[in-house]
C-alpha cells in the first residue's frame, strides 16, 4: 500500500523475541485535533511495547513543518501480544500522545485507522493497568496517582486504607482506585472494571544510581562522579560532576521525555562547565530509551539515535 505525499514512519526494530521470525504490517494515522501550526522541530513518534510494558521497539522522524494527519506503517512481531503507543513532541515539551492500544498476535497485516494523540499530563513512570480488555496507563506521583482512559485524566488523591493504597478522585468520589500487590480494583463513576492488574516491566531504569559514561559519543570526564538518579513519580536528579540538576520527566513504554531541568549555580572547572551545558541541552531532546536485559545499560535516545550512555 503506498501512501502519498504524506510521511511514512517505518519501524526500526531494536530488540525482538528470538523466535520472532515473521513480521506483519500495522498502519494507521496519528491526528491531532488542537487547532494550531506544528513547528518545524516537531517529531513524530511510534513506539512498540510487549504485553508487559517493556520497551521493544521505536521509530522517530523528524516533521518538517509536516502538519497532522500523518501516515505511518510499521512492522510488528506476528507471534506476540504488543502494545502500540504514537504521538508527537515538540519544542518546550509539547507532548501529544494516543493511549496505549493492544495488538493481539496475529500473521494477517492490521490497518488501525485514524488514532488520536493527545496532550500527555505529567505521569511520571506510567505503566499500565490491564482490567480485561480495556488498557489503563497509570502513573504515581507524590501522594497522587494520574490514570488516562477514554480520552480523560482523572487524578486521584491518597486516602486513609486498612490495606493497600487508597485513591480517590477528589471531583467525583464514585472514581477511585485500591491498589494491593500487582492488581488492583479500579471504579469509574462507580462501575468497577474487573479484574485489573499491573503489567510492570520485568526491570527499569528507577532501580539504582547510573553513572554517565557517555554524551554524544564523548566519554565523560571523570564518570565515577557521574550521577543519573529516576524516581518513579516522575522526579529526576542528575549531576555530570559539577552542579545538581533537578527536574521531571515522563516514561511510557519506551518513550521517555524531560521537562524543564534546573540547577545549581557552582562555577565549574574548564572542561566540566562545557559538559555540564552538552548534557543539559542533550536533556531537551530526549523522546526514548533502551534498556539491556540485565538492567545495567540504559541509553536514551533523541531522533531514534543514542546521544546518552549511563550503567549501573
Known amino acids: 500500500m503506498r501512501f502519498p505525499a504524506c510521511l511514512i ?4 526494530l531494536l530488540s525482538l523475541p528470538a523466535a520472532a521470525t515473521e513480521m506483519r504490517s500495522i498502519s494507521g494515522q496519528i491526528m491531532v485535533l488542537e487547532r494550531m501550526a506544528l513547528p518545524e522541530t516537531t517529531t513524530i513518534i511510534v513506539d512498540i511495547s510487549t504485553a508487559g510494558d517493556r520497551g521493544l521497539a521505536q521509530s522517530r522522524a523528524a516533521g518538517e513543518g509536516r502538519q497532522s494527519p500523518f501516515d505511518f506503517r510499521i512492522d510488528a512481531p506476528i507471534d506476540a501480544d504488543l502494545v502500540l503507543r504514537v504521538g508527537l513532541r515538540a519544542d518546550d515539551d509539547m507532548f501529544w500522545l494516543s493511549e496505549p492500544r493492544a495488538i493481539t498476535a496475529g500473521s494477517d497485516d492490521l490497518e488501525l485507522g485514524s ?3 493527545l496532550r500527555a499530563p505529567q505521569m511520571g513512570f506510567a505503566t499500565l493497568l490491564i482490567c480485561g480488555n480495556t488498557l489503563v496507563e497509570i502513573g504515581f506521583l507524590p501522594d497522587s496517582v494520574r490514570l488516562r482512559l477514554n480520552e480523560q485524566v482523572l487524578s486521584m488523591s491518597a ?7 487508597l485513591y480517590v478522585d477528589p471531583a467525583n468520589p464514585a472514581s477511585s482506585i485500591h491498589t494491593k500487590g500487582d492488581s488492583a480494583l479500579l471504579k469509574i ?20 544510581l547510573w553513572n554517565i559514561s557517555s554524551i554524544r559519543d564523548k566519554p565523560t570526564l571523570f564518570p565515577s562522579r557521574t550521577e543519573l538518579v529516576f524516581f ?23 518513550i521517555l521525555s524531560f521537562g524543564r531541568i534546573a540547577s545549581t549555580r557552582i562555577a565549574c572547572p574548564d572542561g566540566l562547565d562545557e559538559q ?19 538492567a545495567t545499560r540504559l541509553t536514551l535516545t533523541a531522533g531514534g539515535v543514542p546521544v546518552i550512555q549511563a550503567r549501573k
Not at 9 to 12: D, E, H, R, V
Not at 159 to 165: D, F, I, L, V, Y
Request: hydrophobic share 35%.
Open 9 to 12: 514512519i517505518l519501524l526500526s
Open 159 to 165: 486516602q486513609p486504607a486498612a490495606s493497600g493504597a
Open 232 to 254: 518513579p513519580d516522575g522526579r529526576v536528579s542528575a549531576t555530570v560532576g559539577c552542579n545538581r540538576l533537578i527536574g521531571g520527566y515522563r516514561r511510557h513504554g519506551g
Open 115 to 117: 488514532i488520536r494523540a
Open 189 to 208: 463513576d462507580g462501575a468497577e472494571l474487573s479484574e485489573c492488574r499491573f503489567a510492570l516491566p520485568e526491570v527499569d531504569f528507577t532501580q539504582g
Open 276 to 294: 555540564e551545558r552538552t548534557f543539559a541541552d542533550t536533556l531537551s531532546m530526549i523522546d526514548g530509551y533502551l534498556l539491556d536485559s540485565e
